[in-house]
Each structure stands twice: as structure tokens, then as C-alpha cells.
């Protein structure tokens, strides 16, 4: 279905460089359904890498999964879907983490290291 | 430690077994534990209340298998990374993220071979954390040694002072990660005892359940009714190089 979707994209002209797959459907990620983050919209704007910065260590040196601030859970909510199902790495061109810091012209280290799509093994 | 432990450990000779293909997929039913109901992610800090703990019985673990191998790979994303193109595969085999690795031991004297898996011993007092210069090797409260990759910066000076080999260094950048195992590039790694799972309830790690053999009992050495202390207060065992006393969280019996 992907090879399908890219063929025929391909074919149109759609197929633009940087997205890599097929286009994320809009409404597709679970984040599209709920009425706000963990926090008000513009508290999370403002602060959403103080939660996670401060959220990484309690984690990594105490422990705590259970908070209601976590990176995994940023990717889970706000991933997208492709028309095939699969999803779209959150920090590709124009997905949720890229859209602000591209424009902001923040270089996002996260990803690195960090799963960009939901992903158990 | 007594002169003849001594000299009987001079006299073994490790000998490092190329693990065999990591493609080795587990048999279905091997994953003895699930998450249970009621097991929830943490939300207090871990203490020293539980220290986490392993015996290994050489004599159950079975010569040519790589089940518990394939099992860390797996459970931790180790096996989403391929051989880069045109590298040298011994090299590859040499220098490629391992968490786990099968050994033999050789007495030369019988000729007589013992197998096991050799992992992070969580030292007590780890010398990996000593010899960091950024804090990011550490030891948790309950025992975990683990790298803080936030600020490691991969000079490897944990890999150097570690005696037990049981660290890895990645040198290429990671595309495929797992969401609870993160990892990439310029960071050193080794096995911290599937923290995600214990942090999220669960009671046993992914080579425990995937040895048919049940080599490897793991649980908290502080409980005096866990299978652990049980197993450890019934059977004789060995701290590995027990000389540089670092009470390894890791005991070995039939060794
Ligand atoms: S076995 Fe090596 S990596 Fe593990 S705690 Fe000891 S020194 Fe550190
Ligand atoms: S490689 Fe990383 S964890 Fe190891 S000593 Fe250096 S900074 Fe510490």
C-alpha cells in the first residue's frame, strides 16, 4: 500500500523531497481527538521542555514513569498516521516537533536518541 | 579470597565465543511473565530498600545457546541496527552494541568447559562510575548501574575500568530505536537489568524469561523470600573476580 501511495505520488508529481513517506493524514493522531495537552495549550508552549527536561532525570536516576510529562508520551499523542496506517516520525518535515522548532530554528537533539514513532518491540 | 581461588581463576582461561547470528527468534510461549493487572508505572523514587540482584547457574546454561542473547537484543532494540555496508564483520562482531554476551571458560588443567552469560555485575561500588568525569555512569538506589545519556560524552574511560568487558560503545548513528530503550550515537550502553520493565511493575528481565534452561534466577537481594535469596542461601556461588571486591550484584554458581 505504501509503495502504492509513493508510486503513484511519485507518478503525479506529488512525491516532494524531505517527506520521505507517504503524507500524514490530517486528524490521524490521537492528540486530534482530545480538547487539550496534559496542560493548557498555552502553558505547554510556553513550558513544555522545562516538563521534559526536569521529567528525564526522575526518570533516568529515580525511576518515575508514571508522571504525566514524558517525551514518550509527546510522540505517542501527537504522531500522525499515513494513509497506510504507519506512522509519521513527529520530527519530519512540516510533523508535529518540527512545524515550531523549524520555524523557531531550534536544532531538536531529542531524536537522536529518542524513538520519533510509537514503538514497543 | 583464599591463595587456591586464586590461582585456580589464573588457570581459566576466557575464552570469547562469537555470538551466533542474531536473527535466533525466541519460541512462543518463552515469555513466562506479563505485565500483570495491577503492576503501574512507578511514581515514587526507587530506594535502597531493594537491591537487584542475579545468580546464574553454569552448569543449566547450555552450550551453543544464544537464547538469552537474543532476547536483550530484542527486548532493547539492539537488533534494529544493521552491519554497516562495507564494514569489516569480524570488526562488526567485535565492536557492536552487546549487552549480554556468551562465554566459555576454559580449565586448562581437565580441559573441562563451562558456559555462561556475562553482563553489567552492578557492582556495589562500580568502578565505571568512579572513573566518569561527567557523573553519567551511576548507580540507582537500587542497585541498577546505568548510563545517564544526557551527559555522557563518550570518552569510554567507563569502558576501560569495567573488568568485566561489559560495555559497549555506539558509533554509528541509530535510525530504529524503541520507545523505552533510547539510544544513539557517541553514547556508551550497557545491560541495566531491563529498568523499563522494573520501573513499570514488572518482576523479571528479558534473558530470565527466555532461558528454557532457567540458568538465571533474578530478583531483589534485600528480600530474604524472593527466588533470588533463596536460590543464593541454597547453592554455593562466586562473585566473578571477587578479588576487587566491588559485591557484584551478579553471582555465578558451578563456575
Ligand atoms: S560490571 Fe562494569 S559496567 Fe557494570 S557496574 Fe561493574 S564496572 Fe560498571
Ligand atoms: S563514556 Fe560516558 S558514561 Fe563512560 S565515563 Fe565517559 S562520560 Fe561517563
New binding site residues.
Given amino acids: 500500500m505504501i509503495f502504492l501511495t509513493m508510486a503513484l505520488s511519485g507518478l503525479l508529481g506529488l512525491g516532494s523531497a524531505g517527506v520521505s513517506a507517504a503524507e500524514a493524514v490530517e486528524g490521524s493522531a490521537k492528540s486530534d481527538k482530545l480538547e487539550q495537552c496534559v496542560e493548557p495549550t498555552s502553558v505547554m508552549r510556553r513550558n513544555h521542555f522545562e516538563f521534559i527536561k526536569h521529567q528525564r532525570d526522575l526518570t533516568v536516576h529515580e525511576g518515575i514513569r508514571g508522571s504525566k510529562y514524558s517525551l514518550a508520551g509527546c510522540v505517542d499523542c501527537h504522531a500522525k498516521k499515513d494513509s497506510s496506517g504507519k506512522f509519521v516520525p513527529v520530527n519530519e518535515e512540516g510533523q508535529f516537533c518540527d512545524e515550531c522548532h523549524d520555524y523557531v530554528a531550534v536544532d531538536l537533539k531529542c531524536f537522536e536518541c529518542h524513538a520519533t514513532v510509537p514503538r514497543e518491540k | 579470597m583464599s591463595m587456591s581461588k586464586i590461582e585456580q581463576q589464573g588457570r581459566r582461561e576466557f575464552l570469547k565465543k562469537a555470538a551466533i547470528g542474531s536473527a535466533v527468534t525466541i519460541a512462543p510461549g518463552v515469555m513466562l511473565h506479563s505485565l500483570s493487572a495491577e503492576a503501574a508505572p512507578r511514581t515514587e523514587p526507587v530506594t535502597g530498600k531493594v537491591r537487584w540482584g542475579m545468580l546464574v547457574d553454569a552448569n543449566k546454561c547450555a552450550d551453543g545457546c544464544n537464547d538469552c542473547v537474543a532476547a536483550c537484543d530484542k527486548e532493547n532494540g539492539l537488533d534494529l541496527v544493521d552491519m554497516p555496508e562495507g564494514a569489516d564483520e569480524s570488526q562488526w562482531e567485535r565492536q557492536r552494541p552487546r549487552w549480554i554476551r556468551q562465554i566459555t571458560l576454559k580449565d586448562n588443567l581437565t580441559g573441562r568447559l563451562t558456559h555462561l552469560p556475562m553482563m553489567c555485575q552492578h557492582c556495589e561500588e562500580p568502578p565505571?562510575a568512579d572513573?566518569?568525569?561527567?557523573g553519567?555512569?551511576f548507580r540507582r538506589a537500587d542497585g541498577i548501574v546505568m548510563?545517564d545519556r544526557h551527559?555522557?560524552?563518550?570518552?569510554?574511560?567507563?569502558?576501560m575500568a569495567c573488568p568485566y568487558k561489559a560495555r559497549s560503545f555506539i558509533h554509528a548513528e541509530v535510525a530504529e530505536k524503541l520507545t523505552h530503550t533510547p539510544r544513539g550515537k557517541g553514547?556508551?550502553e550497557s545491560c541495566n537489568f531491563c529498568v523499563h520493565r522494573l520501573d513499570n511493575g514488572q518482576t523479571t528481565t528479558a534473558c530470565q524469561d527466555a532461558c528454557k534452561h532457567q540458568a538465571i534466577v533474578f530478583g531483589d537481594l534485600n528480600d530474604p523470600q524472593s527466588a533470588v535469596s533463596q536460590a543464593l542461601k541454597k547453592y554455593p556461588s562466586v562473585a566473578i573476580r571477587d578479588d576487587l571486591k566491588l559485591n557484584p550484584g551478579v553471582r555465578y554458581s558451578n563456575i
Avoid at chain 2, 572513573?131 to 561527567?134: E, K
Fill in positions: 565505571c572513573v566518569c568525569p561527567t553519567a555512569s548510563v551527559i555522557c560524552i563518550g570518552c569510554r574511560y567507563c569502558m553514547c556508551v
